[in-house]
């Protein structure tokens, strides 16, 4: 029998967690695959945590690593920043952002991989390798 239930329920019934989930920002809409995952993070605020809606403002400016025959069209900073405010608001029928000590926040992985000069490196070895598992 697994004994780590009792401390997962001992620990998420004191205090305040965190918890995140990552999206994409390559459409200014979700889709039903993305239900589950906002219910999960509704579910998690509504029993007194804080999600995090991570947005991957960053990685969407790559193109598409899965291995396609066509990367996928690379978008510009204004398209990628209205995506990300038309998906907020889609976030906003089911979870509260806000201050306070449940309010969901949306981060940007924007903010630190651009200060990292990391996506020019990743935007031009794209063509080069493929990094999908195998």
């Known amino acids: 029998m697994q004994r780590t239930r009792p401390?997962?329920?001992?620990?998420l019934s004191t205090g305040t967690r965190t918890a995140y989930i990552g999206f994409d920002c390559t459409a200014d809409s979700l889709h039903v695959g993305h239900l589950t995952q906002?219910?999960?993070l509704r579910w998690w605020q509504k029993t007194g945590h804080k999600p995090i809606t991570l947005m991957g403002g960053g990685t969407?400016?790559?193109g598409d690593p899965s291995g396609r025959d066509e990367s996928r069209q690379?978008?510009?900073?204004?398209?990628?920043d209205a995506n990300m405010?038309?998906?907020?608001?889609s976030f906003s029928n089911f979870l509260k952002f806000g201050n306070g000590p449940t309010d969901a926040v949306m981060a940007n992985n924007a903010e630190w991989l651009d200060t990292l000069l990391?996506?020019?490196l990743l935007r031009a070895s794209a063509g080069i390798s493929r990094s999908t598992a195998c």
């Open 60 to 62: 969407t400016k790559v």
């Open 85 to 89: 405010a038309s998906i907020k608001k």
């Open 7 to 11: 401390r997962l329920d001992e620990l």
């Open 74 to 80: 690379l978008l510009t900073p204004q398209q990628i």
């Open 38 to 40: 906002i219910m999960l």
């Open 118 to 120: 990391y996506i020019p």
